[in-house]
């Protein structure tokens, strides 16, 4: 199932249109990718048929992966990135609470005094109960971010979701939004986005779709020629070409086509700044329990403390 809609962003002389398409699921957006190769040319058939390490896995591989999950050996070393950000974050499941009970350490006086059994005051444990939390995943990335940058922020991004996911219902999406800039016609900005699995977390597509440059490059760059009618030689810039507010920008539309409210974006990675956070592992490692620690958890290193 997928949703197509024309959206006007912002307001005045500074508005400007967006074609958005937002799909629930990943079989939705396989069947529209499916058709780009029998296109007779455009700017979809080229994108998706390129050929190089900026595009990533191949057509096929990418289709392969998109279907039936990552490749073992892509999904054993993402595994073992997984173990070693999940050795050190320990995320709190469970909270104290002062609650009525038969036996404790404190006495309520006024229901002792009003003859209720439950006349003493006890401290336990009990489950978290945290709402649903919408996850944006912006995958678009400026051109200079290296496919080392690009599988591991995406295994940062895949630690964050499972241990969000331990405490709270979580609904991810992917985010592409992009702009084509060519002087023919008019410049084309577009949204889509796309609905992965998460209960349970689909480990294996979710780990080719996050840590794979094809999602963004291959997948991402021909959508946006089949929704904007980019041409093959076009050149792909931020949304709206603004480059200091396309974050905003794209989260704002996300929502909007998702529906999602109040979400959890992860913004995209720039070649000047996005990418520092993921620079090494042990930056990805601290990006992921800053993350928990701002959405109300605990690491092993807090807790300790």
């Keep these: 199932m997928q949703i197509n809609r024309a959206l006007t962003y912002g307001k005045g002389k500074k508005a400007f249109s967006v074609q958005t398409t937002a799909f629930f699921d990943l079989p939705a957006l396989l069947s529209t990718v499916a058709l780009f190769d029998s296109h007779d040319s455009g700017g979809a058939k080229s994108y998706f048929n390129r050929t190089s390490n900026f595009t990533g896995a191949s057509k096929v591989a990418t289709i392969e992966a998109l279907t039936n999950g990552a490749p073992a050996a892509a999904v054993a070393k993402s595994d073992k990135m997984l173990a070693d950000f999940e050795q050190v974050i320990r995320v709190e499941t469970s909270r104290f609470e002062t609650v009525n009970a038969v036996a404790g350490g404190v006495a309520n006086v006024p229901a002792f005094l009003a003859g209720h059994p439950m006349a003493m005051r006890q401290r336990r444990r009990v489950d978290s109960a945290l709402g649903p939390l919408t996850v944006l995943v912006d995958v678009t ?7 080392e940058t690009i599988e591991r922020r995406g295994i940062a991004v895949l630690a964050l979701i499972r241990a969000l996911a331990a405490v709270r219902p979580i609904d991810l999406h992917l985010v592409f939004a992009a702009r084509a800039n060519n002087a023919e016609y008019e410049p084309r900005n577009v949204c889509f986005t796309v609905k992965l699995d998460s209960a349970p977390l689909d480990l294996g ?101």
């Design 141 to 147: 990335t400026s051109a200079h971010i290296s496919e």
């Design 205 to 305: 597509r979710a780990c080719f779709a996050l840590t794979d440059p094809a999602m963004q490059r291959r997948i991402g760059f021909a959508m946006g020629a089949d929704m904007g009618a980019w041409a093959e030689n076009d050149m792909i810039r931020w949304i709206n070409d603004d480059f200091a507010n396309a974050p905003k920008v794209s989260a704002d539309i996300a929502a909007e086509i998702t529906g999602a409210i109040n979400p959890l974006y992860l913004a995209p990675m720039y070649s000047e700044r996005g990418d520092q956070p993921f620079a090494t592992q042990e930056r990805a490692l601290a990006w992921v329990k800053d993350m928990i620690a701002q959405h109300g958890f605990a690491d092993a290193d807090s807790a300790a403390a």
